[in-house]
């Protein structure tokens, strides 16, 4: 297969298996944050009533563009200026229930952004201290809270790899950016006891961990693999290892590393939905194949990889895969069947195109 490659940016790789449903009323915003709650987070694993109860009342959309009101409900992140993207609604609030955030809490969130994750933290802590290095952005974001009344938010615009050490210790601290690794300033002003979550690695292979601090020691849990839009400023100048754009790869092709064993979830391979790494004795190389089963309708089983690809200097990708499957039928829509998808993002983190490989059937 050969996907042709327009312009520098990056890629996406999407293995998906849909099943079909009809889709919900587009013009009611409490109806799509209810059923953004129950299709995308609740069913995926969320538990915690409070931050379930966040975010059914959290108003997405109002974080976003007037053009991109039509998809804030949908699990996706979505561009919002200046390179940065607002997280998907299920990463929001896996990372807020993995942070464990209680009434007298004061939190620490590196990254603002759209002011999304602030405003769903604040029914749920007592404080909310976010930094936003890119002054737009984090101009705009203060400006969406106030507007929203979110008054334990309090937010300025720096480099969070500095933190903000004048309201230090914190509780608890979040990072939505992702560094090679821990920023120093971070560790210092994480209180005895405290949880950091945080994504850890390289460009496009990171993973996203919890550390809990214990006498004044960082104690290391990896919860998934991600993707996050990197930590610049004082942490990008610091980062030893930078992507070769010119010589695209996957990395874990052939599913071989987890994560955990116990939950059998392939490391490089984020946002996995009903899908894991398992043995397989007809594996076409090593011994575990990807293995996705869907019996819910209108619930997507899929994985996702980035890597970076310069279309100035990339002609043609080369992707090689092979496909096994039993009862497999596409839905009613287009867009319901197996395939592979390649989506293609520019520099701003725009879409620019994609190419779908497959309806599979079997």
Same mark, same amino acid.
């Given at each position: 297969?050969?996907?042709?490659?327009?312009?520098?940016?990056?890629?996406?790789?999407?293995?998906?298996?849909?099943? @079909?449903?009809?889709?919900?009323?587009?013009?009611?915003?409490? =109806?799509?944050?209810?059923?953004?709650?129950?299709?995308?987070?609740?069913?995926?694993?969320?538990?915690?009533?409070?931050?379930?109860?966040?975010? =059914?009342? @959290? =108003?997405?959309?109002?974080?976003?563009?007037?053009?991109?009101?039509?998809?804030?409900?949908?699990?996706?992140?979505?561009?919002?200026?200046?390179? #940065?993207?607002? $997280?998907?609604?299920?990463? !929001?609030?896996?990372? @807020?229930?993995?942070?464990?955030?209680?009434?007298?809490? =004061?939190?620490?969130?590196?990254?603002?952004?759209?002011?999304?994750?602030?405003? !769903?933290?604040?029914?749920?802590?007592?404080?909310?201290? $976010?930094?936003?290095?890119?002054?737009?952005?984090?101009?705009?974001?203060?400006?969406?809270? *106030?507007?929203?009344?979110?008054?334990?938010?309090?937010? *300025?615009?720096?480099?969070?790899?500095?933190?903000?050490?004048?309201? %230090?210790?914190?509780?608890?601290?979040?990072?939505?950016?992702?560094?090679?690794?821990?920023?120093?300033?971070?560790?210092?002003?994480?209180?005895?006891?405290?949880? &950091?979550?945080?994504?850890?690695?390289? /460009?496009?292979?990171?993973?996203?961990?919890?550390?809990?601090?214990?006498?004044? *020691?960082?104690?290391?849990?990896?919860?998934? $693999?991600?993707?996050?839009?990197?930590?610049?400023?004082?942490?990008?100048?610091?980062?030893? +290892?930078?992507?070769?754009? $010119? *010589?695209?790869?996957?990395?874990?092709?052939?599913?071989?590393?987890? &994560?955990?064993? @116990?939950?059998?979830?392939?490391?490089?391979?984020?946002?996995?939905?009903?899908?894991?790494? !398992? %043995?397989?004795?007809?594996?076409?190389?090593? #011994?575990?194949?990807?293995?996705?089963?869907?019996?819910?309708?209108?619930?997507?089983?899929?994985?996702?990889?980035?890597?970076?690809?310069?279309?100035? /200097?990339?002609?043609?990708?080369?992707?090689?895969?092979?496909?096994?499957?039993?009862?497999?039928?596409?839905?009613?829509?287009?867009?319901?069947?197996?395939?592979?998808?390649?989506?293609?993002?520019?520099?701003?983190?725009?879409? !620019?195109?994609? +190419? %779908?490989?497959?309806?599979? #059937?079997?």
């Amino acid at each position: 297969m050969n996907a042709w490659v327009q312009r520098t940016g990056w890629c996406g790789l999407l293995l998906c298996l849909l099943a @079909t449903t009809p889709l919900f009323a587009a013009d009611k915003y409490a =109806r799509q944050r209810e059923e953004m709650v129950r299709r995308y987070v609740a069913a995926e694993g969320v538990r915690n009533a409070r931050v379930l109860s966040a975010m =059914r009342a @959290t =108003r997405r959309h109002e974080f976003l563009p007037n053009d991109l009101h039509d998809r804030a409900y949908f699990d996706m992140a979505l561009p919002i200026g200046h390179g #940065q993207t607002i $997280s998907p609604p299920y990463i !929001v609030a896996f990372m @807020t229930e993995q942070l464990n955030p209680q009434p007298d809490d =004061r939190v620490l969130e590196i990254g603002t952004g759209s002011g999304y994750q602030a405003a !769903v933290l604040s029914p749920l802590v007592k404080d909310v201290y $976010s930094i936003e290095i890119v002054e737009p952005l984090g101009l705009r974001a203060a400006e969406t809270l *106030k507007r929203l009344d979110y008054q334990n938010v309090h937010t *300025k615009v720096g480099d969070g790899y500095l933190g903000w050490p004048e309201h %230090a210790p914190f509780n608890k601290i979040i990072v939505t950016c992702s560094p090679e690794n821990i920023p120093k300033p971070l560790e210092e002003q994480l209180a005895e006891g405290g949880m &950091l979550i945080i994504p850890v690695g390289e /460009r496009f292979q990171q993973t996203l961990y919890r550390f809990t601090k214990v006498n004044g *020691k960082l104690q290391r849990e990896a919860l998934q $693999s991600t993707f996050f839009v990197p930590m610049t400023g004082e942490s990008e100048s610091q980062r030893q +290892v930078l992507p070769d754009n $010119s *010589k695209p790869q996957l990395a874990h092709g052939g599913f071989e590393e987890v &994560l955990d064993e @116990t939950t059998a979830d392939p490391d490089g391979w984020y946002y996995v939905r009903e899908g894991h790494a !398992v %043995a397989a004795n007809n594996a076409p190389e090593g #011994q575990r194949v990807m293995e996705f089963e869907n019996k819910v309708m209108g619930r997507s089983a899929h994985a996702l990889q980035s890597f970076g690809v310069d279309g100035q /200097r990339v002609r043609q990708l080369k992707l090689g895969f092979h496909v096994d499957g039993q009862r497999i039928r596409p839905g009613r829509q287009k867009d319901q069947a197996a395939r592979v998808i390649l989506e293609f993002y520019g520099e701003d983190r725009g879409p !620019v195109g994609n +190419v %779908a490989i497959g309806s599979y #059937q079997g």
